[in-house]
């Protein structure tokens, strides 16, 4: 494989196969905690909504949506691309220790941000009146503006010291702040608040404590992982980076593209078909987005893990484990996939007969979110290693795409015409990636090892369908589901331990048995 001329001369490491074995370990174990944190999350967020509505009601629910819809447009302009930013400069400057690029990175940026969110606060508290009264025909929205300007700025500080964090290459510490610890301050806090009578203002109030109890957490975390050297008040900050400036204006450009990425669909069924519709299609593409869960897990620390090695110029290195870490997303996202295919109408039919039709809604975006595992942390790469500008033309030329596809689709095929354009988009944006990333990184994800991955395919499809033949139509729909996703992932997950483990895969599966043995060692020890 040809490196591009782009691509400054490889320094090969000492013991390739001990620093492997390190980097793949530090990205599997903190990407299980992400996981677990993700699906922490989504538990405790369907039992907390329950209480919310049948507590405060549709109309307040109503009221709080529209609230975090200005907050949610507000939080696309006041990061200013600093925060995505933060992951890749903050993990390159420690690496090559140049701790007074990094005192000045970290300086500035709080300083910007301050400055940038105080212009927005002071807008949407003097915007709020007309925005409840006229644009949203809420007059009780007025009453709460306050509060929701507070979770816009405490958002976005929350957001970049985790991102921060995430340069530190600390994803495990920072998602038991975000996941483990925000979660449950949140619920308790709208218990207690909600109980002594303070309705939404006791929920959104409850928002805003909570993310002051994270951001002291985060901002004492990242004091403790910053050197010395960089977190000295004293003397002048560094200039900015000119490319700090570059990438955060891309990363800028990248949220609002994205921003309209993901509405398009629904707002031409919003637009061309009805509500009933829009609530099935938003509930199944609800559950499409978890397929890629194993992919973001991988991110949240591969991502800096790659800015890291690049600017150490571990090229082999980089190049290993995108292809092992590639392979892994997609071998432990199948057994998802083809449960959520297989048996899309029982899934659909857990939430009411009315849902049920969502079910063709699983397989289309299932197709295309395969896409995003299949080619890995491709565009996480590219955005690393500086390719930033090729994002930009991608996404652009994509979401010009999306709108396109949605407007001639959702008149005629309504929701299966919203989810083909969706598919179609994922699809053809992942494809540029990898395609990019190969010609300007010399970077590709593929090699004969992905054959390994037929035979316990081939076990985990034959087991689904001989499931949904025999019980399918017995046990109930949420019983059928379980049982097909546990047998799933335990046929894939022996058979390729048996057959289809190269030698890269054996080191990770060491190094996890590793730190797996030694976390019950030492709870053992510790009992």
Same mark, same amino acid.
């Given at each position: 494989?040809?490196?591009?001329?782009?691509?400054?001369?490889?320094?090969?490491?000492?013991?390739?196969?001990?620093?492997?074995?390190?980097?793949?370990?530090?990205?599997?174990?903190?990407?299980?905690?992400?996981?677990?944190?993700?699906?922490?999350?989504?538990?405790?967020?369907?039992?907390?909504?329950?209480?919310?509505?049948?507590?405060?009601?549709?109309?307040?629910?109503?009221?709080?949506?529209?609230?975090?819809?200005?907050?949610?447009?507000?939080?696309?302009?006041?990061?200013?691309?600093?925060?995505?930013?933060?992951?890749?400069?903050?993990?390159?400057?420690?690496?090559?220790?140049?701790?007074?690029?990094?005192?000045?990175?970290?300086?500035?940026?709080?300083?910007?941000?301050?400055?940038?969110?105080?212009?927005?606060?002071?807008?949407?508290?003097?915007?709020?009146?007309?925005?409840?009264?006229?644009?949203?025909?809420?007059?009780?929205?007025?009453?709460?503006?306050?509060?929701?300007?507070?979770?816009?700025?405490?958002?976005?500080?929350?957001?970049?010291?985790?991102?921060?964090?995430?340069?530190?290459?600390?994803?495990?510490?920072?998602?038991?702040?975000?996941?483990?610890?925000?979660?449950? !301050?949140?619920? @308790?806090?709208?218990? +207690? &608040?909600? /109980? #002594?009578?303070? $309705?939404?203002?006791?929920? =959104?109030?409850?928002? %805003?404590?909570?993310?002051?109890?994270?951001?002291?957490?985060?901002?004492?975390?990242?004091?403790?992982?910053?050197?010395?050297?960089?977190?000295?008040?004293?003397?002048?900050?560094?200039?900015?980076?000119?490319?700090?400036?570059?990438?955060?204006?891309?990363?800028?450009?990248?949220?609002?593209?994205?921003?309209?990425?993901?509405?398009?669909?629904?707002?031409?069924?919003?637009?061309?078909?009805? !509500?009933?519709? @829009?609530?099935?299609? +938003? &509930?199944? /593409? #609800?559950?499409? $987005?978890?397929?890629?869960? =194993?992919?973001?897990? %991988?991110?949240?620390?591969?991502?800096?893990?790659?800015?890291?090695?690049?600017?150490?110029?571990?090229?082999?290195?980089?190049?290993?484990?995108?292809?092992?870490?590639?392979?892994?997303?997609?071998?432990?996202?199948?057994?998802?996939?083809?449960?959520?295919?297989?048996?899309?109408?029982?899934?659909?039919?857990?939430?009411?007969?009315?849902?049920?039709?969502?079910?063709?809604?699983?397989?289309?975006?299932?197709?295309?979110?395969?896409?995003?595992?299949?080619?890995?942390?491709? $565009?996480?790469?590219?955005?690393?290693?500086?390719?930033?500008?090729?994002?930009?033309?991608?996404?652009?030329?994509?979401?010009?795409?999306?709108?396109?596809?949605?407007?001639?689709?959702?008149?005629?095929?309504?929701?299966?015409?919203?989810?083909?354009?969706?598919?179609?988009?994922?699809?053809?944006?992942?494809?540029?990636?990898?395609?990019?990333?190969?010609?300007?990184?010399?970077?590709?994800?593929?090699?004969?090892?992905?054959?390994?991955?037929?035979?316990?395919?081939?076990?985990?499809?034959?087991?689904?369908?001989?499931?949904?033949?025999?019980?399918?139509?017995?046990?109930?729909?949420?019983?059928?589901?379980?049982?097909?996703?546990?047998?799933?992932?335990?046929?894939?997950?022996?058979?390729?331990?048996?057959?289809?483990?190269?030698?890269?895969?054996?080191?990770?599966?060491?190094?996890?048995?590793?730190?797996?043995?030694?976390?019950?060692?030492?709870?053992?020890?510790?009992?």
């Amino acid at each position: 494989m040809m490196m591009s001329a782009s691509v400054v001369q490889e320094v090969a490491p000492e013991n390739p196969d001990q620093d492997f074995r390190h980097y793949m370990g530090r990205v599997t174990s903190h990407s299980a905690v992400f996981f677990l944190g993700t699906i922490f999350n989504a538990l405790a967020a369907y039992g907390f909504k329950v209480y919310l509505a049948r507590t405060l009601g549709a109309r307040l629910l109503g009221i709080y949506a529209l609230g975090m819809t200005i907050v949610g447009i507000a939080s696309i302009f006041n990061t200013l691309g600093i925060s995505q930013a933060a992951v890749r400069f903050v993990s390159s400057y420690n690496a090559t220790q140049k701790f007074d690029l990094l005192r000045g990175f970290l300086g500035r940026s709080i300083l910007l941000l301050l400055l940038c969110n105080g212009v927005l606060a002071t807008a949407m508290l003097l915007a709020g009146p007309w925005i409840a009264t006229r644009f949203y025909h809420t007059p009780e929205l007025q009453g709460y503006m306050g509060l929701f300007t507070l979770i816009m700025i405490l958002g976005v500080f929350t957001t970049f010291f985790s991102h921060v964090l995430g340069g530190y290459q600390n994803i495990a510490q920072r998602t038991v702040i975000n996941n483990f610890i925000r979660t449950p !301050a949140t619920i @308790l806090l709208t218990l +207690a &608040l909600v /109980s #002594a009578g303070m $309705g939404l203002r006791g929920y =959104v109030m409850a928002q %805003v404590l909570s993310a002051l109890l994270v951001l002291i957490l985060l901002v004492t975390l990242v004091w403790r992982l910053t050197p010395k050297l960089a977190r000295s008040f004293s003397g002048p900050l560094a200039p900015v980076d000119k490319a700090v400036v570059s990438v955060s204006a891309t990363t800028l450009g990248l949220a609002l593209l994205g921003f309209g990425m993901s509405h398009a669909d629904v707002v031409a069924i919003g637009r061309y078909r009805n !509500a009933h519709e @829009l609530g099935v299609y +938003a &509930l199944a /593409s #609800a559950i499409v $987005g978890f397929v890629c869960i =194993v992919l973001n897990s %991988v991110n949240q620390i591969f991502g800096p893990t790659i800015a890291d090695l690049y600017a150490r110029k571990q090229h082999d290195l980089l190049s290993r484990m995108f292809q092992t870490l590639t392979k892994w997303i997609l071998g432990l996202t199948l057994p998802l996939a083809a449960v959520i295919m297989i048996f899309a109408a029982p899934i659909m039919r857990i939430f009411g007969r009315d849902f049920e039709p969502g079910w063709i809604i699983l397989v289309i975006g299932t197709i295309g979110q395969l896409t995003n595992s299949g080619v890995g942390s491709s $565009g996480t790469l590219l955005y690393m290693t500086g390719r930033h500008r090729y994002l930009i033309w991608i996404q652009g030329a994509m979401a010009l795409m999306m709108v396109v596809l949605s407007v001639l689709l959702v008149p005629k095929w309504g929701i299966i015409g919203a989810i083909s354009a969706a598919a179609l988009t994922n699809l053809t944006t992942n494809l540029c990636y990898l395609v990019v990333a190969r010609r300007t990184l010399g970077l590709f994800p593929y090699n004969r090892s992905y054959f390994r991955l037929l035979l316990p395919g081939a076990g985990m499809l034959i087991s689904l369908f001989v499931v949904r033949e025999t019980i399918g139509s017995i046990w109930p729909s949420w019983l059928t589901v379980g049982t097909a996703l546990a047998l799933a992932y335990m046929i894939f997950i022996s058979v390729a331990m048996a057959f289809g483990l190269n030698a890269d895969d054996k080191l990770i599966a060491q190094a996890i048995w590793t730190r797996v043995h030694g976390m019950f060692h030492k709870a053992e020890v510790n009992g």
